[in-house]
């Protein structure tokens, strides 16, 4: 065998080892959401596979309301975040003006700041704005999230693009707002999927907005998975069927504009 065939036999053993090594935890957490509470602690390897779990989860509590609402608030941050961030993208990437790389990293800072530094003073202000356990207060604080990641993606997408491209629309007869979207929105479309399905992934996880400004009357399904660990005991086999479940929208999503996924997050879609 020569040093070659060694090192890509290194290079794959490798990537299986950390293939195994990342999907532990979420194999763990399949195996224990089909055990029932007596079969959590027997330490052999077969057990005898229960939906009882997921039926309790399912069906008698609030977790499927809460995940209900989580994708309402997730997929109305995104879509609204998308309106306002990608013009913002394309102005920072095309126009040319005093401070526009301090505005570009103001925009970006919002990511810096603890969410926790920031739910407590929304909370005052949504507490007198009657906002508090709304959907759309929800909706409002998860552009903190989502915005300035959108912002930056699609601003390499469209700093990439050829201004010969630009120039020829206009030569076309093409306003400004045509050349955005007949030209520049096609070209984006990979970055723009990337950064939306992130962007729901990173609010569909949120957990310290929703635990400061949501309650009982619209709750959330990270905060309802806190009622199977803060009781008398640790309900584990519920809280691995809450964590299967809650995965389940992420990964359809992933699934479903995978093509556009890997070349959307490798930053550019034409080059100057």
């Not at 935890?25 to 009882?52: C, D, E, H, N, Y």
């Not at 959907?135 to 989502?146: D, E, K, N, S, T």
């Not at 390499?156 to 929105?185: N, T, W």
């Not at 806190?226 to 809280?239: F, I, P, Q």
């Amino acid at each position: 065998m020569g040093t070659g065939h060694v090192g890509k036999l290194i290079a794959i053993l490798g990537v299986l080892a950390y293939l195994v090594f990342a999907l532990y935890p979420v194999g763990w957490m399949l195996l224990i959401s089909f055990k029932s509470t007596r079969q959590l602690f027997a330490t052999g390897l077969f057990f005898r596979p229960t939906l009882q779990n997921y039926s309790v989860v399912l069906f008698h509590s609030p977790f499927l309301q809460a995940l209900g609402n989580s994708l309402i608030v997730s997929v109305g941050a995104v879509v609204i975040a998308l309106i306002v961030s990608v013009p913002a993208a394309y102005a920072l990437a095309r126009f040319r003006f005093k401070g526009r790389e301090s505005l570009a990293f103001t925009i970006l800072s919002f990511r810096f700041a603890p969410a926790l530094l920031i739910a407590m003073p929304l909370f005052i202000v949504y507490q007198k704005l009657g906002l508090i356990d709304t959907p759309w207060g929800l909706i409002w604080v998860y552009q903190l999230i989502a915005v300035p990641f959108i912002v930056w993606i699609l601003r390499s997408y469209f700093a990439d693009i050829s201004e010969e491209l630009e120039y020829a629309g206009y030569l076309d007869g093409y306003s400004r707002g045509q050349v955005f979207i007949k030209i520049f929105l096609p070209l984006v479309r990979p970055g723009l999927m990337a950064a939306s399905l992130l962007s729901f992934i990173f609010c569909w996880n949120a957990f310290t907005f929703p635990l400061v400004l949501s309650g009982s009357q619209f709750p959330i399904d990270t905060v309802i998975s806190l009622n199977y660990l803060a009781t008398t005991s640790v309900h584990y086999g519920e809280l691995g069927a809450v964590a299967m479940i809650s995965a389940v929208p992420e990964v359809l999503l992933a699934i479903a504009i995978r093509k556009h996924l890997v070349t959307g997050l490798s930053f550019g879609a034409v080059k100057g």
